[in-house]
C-alpha cells in the first residue's frame, strides 16, 4: 500500500506542472484514482478522479486547465497542469480508493490510501 507523488515545484503562473505518482499495486485490480489537494478549509479537495470504469471528473477550479491520466506501462497515475494560477498553490496528494467504497460512495478521506504528497507553488 504505497503510492509515491513525485514532480512538484515552483513555477510562474501560466506555466505548467506534470505531477506523476507511482502506483504498481493498483493496476492490477480495478481501483478508483484521484488527486486531491489540502486546499483552505478542513476537508482535502478533490482535484481530478479516474473511476474504475474509465470514467473522468474535474473539480470546476481546474476544468479545462488539468488533464489526469493513467501511464499503463509505467504504472502510473499522472496530472498534467497547465495554465496554473497562483490559487493552484498547495500540496497534492495521490489517492486511491477500492472499487467496492468508490461505487457506495464512501469519503476518500476515510476509506482511501493516500501518499505523502508533493507540493506545488505558483507565484505572480
Known amino acids: 500500500e504505497h503510492l509515491m507523488e513525485s514532480g512538484g515545484g515552483s513555477v510562474q503562473a501560466g506555466r505548467s506542472l506534470t505531477l506523476s505518482c507511482a502506483a504498481s499495486?493498483?493496476?492490477?485490480?480495478?481501483?478508483?484514482m484521484g488527486w486531491f489537494r489540502q486546499g483552505s478549509v478542513k476537508e482535502r479537495e478533490e482535484v481530478a478522479r479516474?473511476?474504475?470504469?474509465?470514467?473522468?471528473r474535474y473539480s470546476d477550479a481546474v476544468k479545462g486547465r488539468f488533464t489526469i491520466s493513467k501511464d499503463i506501462a509505467k504504472k502510473t497515475l499522472d496530472l498534467e497542469m497547465n495554465d496554473l494560477v497562483v490559487e493552484d498553490t498547495d500540496m497534492y496528494y495521490c489517492?486511491?480508493?477500492?472499487?467496492?467504497?468508490?461505487?457506495?460512495?464512501?469519503?476518500?478521506?476515510?476509506?482511501?490510501?493516500w501518499g505523502q504528497g508533493t507540493l506545488v507553488n505558483v507565484s505572480s
Open positions: 489517492v486511491v480508493l477500492g472499487s467496492y467504497n468508490c461505487r457506495r460512495g464512501d469519503p476518500w478521506m476515510i476509506f482511501g490510501i
Open positions: 499495486q493498483y493496476f492490477e485490480h480495478p481501483y478508483c
Open positions: 479516474i473511476n474504475d470504469d474509465g470514467t473522468i
